[in-house]
């Protein structure tokens, strides 16, 4: 067996008190970015999911484990518990509590899932800014946090700027367009002014669900930093997976500032722009028609 999985085992028994020597980690999917198991004890209720990358990715699982905690304290939505994260020479780790995940599209079930992240959102940054007390990921990509006060600046300087540079590097060139775009962000927002609301960050349906045995609705992966609570819903919008129930409820429990639908493709070119730079491929045209047609929108 990998000489990291007695590292991984002594720390969750010194967290937890659970034994898993000798307990054999099963391979299971979780994406592309890590290798993922799950690792059962002796005992059916006792196992742990473990995500494993190379030593050099260790600071993506700190910011991981201290999202999972500050979303699991506002006591809204579910998300696993953190145990312990790690690092030897070679790899890095994350061990978190083990939940059987499902999918679930009947409307109570999407209507807990709006409800509870509504709650999540009503929690804002203590200092009143947006961003976040360290950087982190959002796949495997920097996202910069830098505790900001004008949410425009913000995501024009610390989301929109810094995925266009990442675009030039790939394209060779600037990405037409990008420079006057992030000049024209408050422009775009208006007097928009919105809260720095606690986000996942990077909600997708593939990053939510529901735990089989209860049926709470559970979040995970998270991306976490204080923001515009307008760009998570924005991007369950992206891929879709949310129903109207869950849409329902969520402004029912927190209803959205108007000119919502007007900011969601400015606030999904970021994640284009991610995508791009992560898989490449039509992801870099669909970015170039989000930014003309932003540029071409008539200012009232």
């Known amino acids: 067996m990998n000489p990291v999985w007695h590292e991984i085992f002594e720390a969750v028994r010194s967290e937890t008190g659970v034994n898993f020597s000798g307990a054999v980690p099963r391979s299971v999917g979780g994406g592309c970015i890590n290798a993922s198991y ?12 473990v995500k494993l990358n190379d030593a050099s990715k260790i600071g993506m699982f700190e910011s991981e484990f201290l999202a999972l905690e500050e979303i699991a304290a506002t006591r ?25 995940l499902v999918s679930r599209s009947d409307e109570a079930s999407q209507a807990e899932m709006g409800r509870r992240l509504a709650m999540m959102h009503r929690y804002q940054s203590p200092e009143g800014k947006f961003g976040w007390h360290r950087e982190n990921v959002i796949g495997e990509t920097p996202q910069q946090n830098p505790w900001t006060d ?31 775009l992030i000049a024209r962000v408050p422009d775009l927002l208006g007097d928009h002014d919105p809260e720095p609301s606690l986000l996942h960050g990077d909600l997708w349906g593939g990053n939510a669900a529901f735990d089989a045995s209860s049926g709470d609705p559970v979040l995970f992966d998270p991306a976490t930093y204080y923001g515009d609570r307008e760009t998570d819903l924005a991007f369950t919008e992206f891929f879709g997976g949310f129903g109207p129930t869950f849409y329902a409820a969520y402004e029912e429990e927190f209803p959205p500032a108007p000119g919502a639908a007007d900011r969601a493709s400015l606030y999904n070119l970021y994640h284009v722009l991610n995508h791009f730079h992560l898989f490449g491929g039509g992801y870099g045209s669909q970015a170039r028609g989000i930014v003309q047609q932003l540029l071409a929108r008539k200012i009232e």
Request: without cysteine; positive net charge.
């Open 150 to 180: 004008s949410w425009a600046e913000f995501f024009a300087q610390h989301r929109l700027a810094f995925q266009f540079r990442l675009a030039e590097k790939r394209l060779g060139k600037e990405m037409k367009g990008a420079t006057k």
């Open 76 to 100: 809204t939505i579910r998300v696993p518990k953190p145990i312990a994260s790690g690092s030897n020479h070679s790899q890095a780790w994350i061990a978190m509590e083990s939940i059987e």
């Open 38 to 49: 799950v690792v059962k004890s002796g005992r059916p209720e006792e196992s742990i999911f």
